[in-house]
């Protein structure tokens, strides 16, 4: 049986799909941006003619790929199969892995998309070779996922992982949850633009924004607004990373893992920039410090690719 696996990143607005080998070498790519408002089947069609054609320009057919691992932006039923909900395509309840398996022969499994990221970097990437590992990705939101003798450990009700709502602030903003104070309120990229957009000197970042006719804050433009030496974007950027480092020494104290990995849009540009203060704080709060057994406390490494090459990963430890 070949050692092939096809693995797909499913966003909101865009998908991508690698072919890869069992290395993570990617063979073969291939992606879309999904139509707003279309049906589920057709941006399934979609999916699946990427798929063949990523496969295609590895000089393979669909036949050839083991398994098919695809990361979904919500909550999915792995036994089913099935997205249960994804409020950014518009899903709900469908039978993504039994629709394309049907068209391409090779089974499918789901993942939530930040758990298969994590996936890949404990796979390929910078959590290579670590028994307990904990994902922290920063982006719209805030999501997370442990990784226990090498696998994404899901919890009881297969709810874990659910590192954004931790509660850091008592009295603070309001979340996406409709609680206050957890660290997705605080400290995401849509908490760093409400804050930027919130203060009485005009951010650097909001002129960026018009100039390159953005209404998101996205990361290039933090990244962008940083360089600047932008005050207030300094001064929101370095709150964001103390929340950030708090959240971070808590799950330490929790779980003890070998490394944490931070993700996410801000730690793929700005690096070490975004991580080391993080770190810091975090290391503060240890309550058992670490100069021999040291806790590693990274940034993701695998890019672009790394929602679509965990999704590989994902096929590979599910067949
Ligand atoms: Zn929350």
């Known amino acids: 049986m070949s050692k092939i696996y096809a693995g797909v990143d499913l966003g909101g607005t865009s998908f991508i799909a690698v072919v890869a080998n069992r290395k993570g070498r990617v063979l073969g790519s291939a992606g879309n941006t999904t139509t707003p408002g279309a049906e589920p089947q057709a941006t399934i069609q979609q999916i699946g003619d990427c798929i063949v054609e990523a496969a295609k320009e590895a000089s393979l057919l669909p036949s050839h790929i083991r398994a098919i691992g695809i990361g979904a932006p919500g909550a999915v039923d792995l036994k089913r199969g099935i997205v249960v909900r994804a409020p950014n395509l518009g899903w709900s309840d469908v039978p993504l892995a039994s629709t394309l398996r049907k068209r391409l022969g090779p089974d499918v499994v789901l993942g939530n998309d930040v758990q298969v990221a994590i996936l890949g970097e404990h796979a390929y990437g910078a959590a290579r070779g670590t028994k307990r590992a904990v994902g922290i990705w920063v982006g719209t939101g805030i999501g997370g996922g442990l990784i226990a003798r090498g696998r994404i450990d899901r919890g009881f009700r297969g709810a874990a992982g659910e590192i954004g709502h931790m509660l850091i602030k008592e009295d603070g903003p309001v979340c996406s949850c409709g609680r206050r104070g957890c660290v997705e309120a605080l400290a995401s990229r849509t908490a760093i633009e409400r804050d930027v957009r919130a203060s009485e000197t005009e951010s650097a970042a909001l002129r960026i924004m018009k100039e390159r006719n953005k209404d998101r804050m996205t990361s290039s433009v933090i990244e962008r607004a940083l360089k600047e030496n932008d005050p207030v974007m300094t001064e929101v950027m370095a709150r964001a990373q103390h929340y950030l480092g708090l959240l971070a020494g808590n799950v330490v104290n929790l779980f003890d893992p070998e490394m944490i990995v931070i993700g996410g849009g801000i730690a793929q540009r700005l690096k ?27 940034h993701a490494r695998l890019g672009d690719h790394s929602g679509a090459l965990g999704a590989c990963a994902l096929a590979r430890q599910m067949t």
């Open 272 to 298: 070490e920039a975004f991580v080391a203060p993080i770190a810091e704080v975090a290391r503060s709060r240890f309550l058992r410090p670490d100069p021999e057994k040291r806790v590693q406390i990274v």
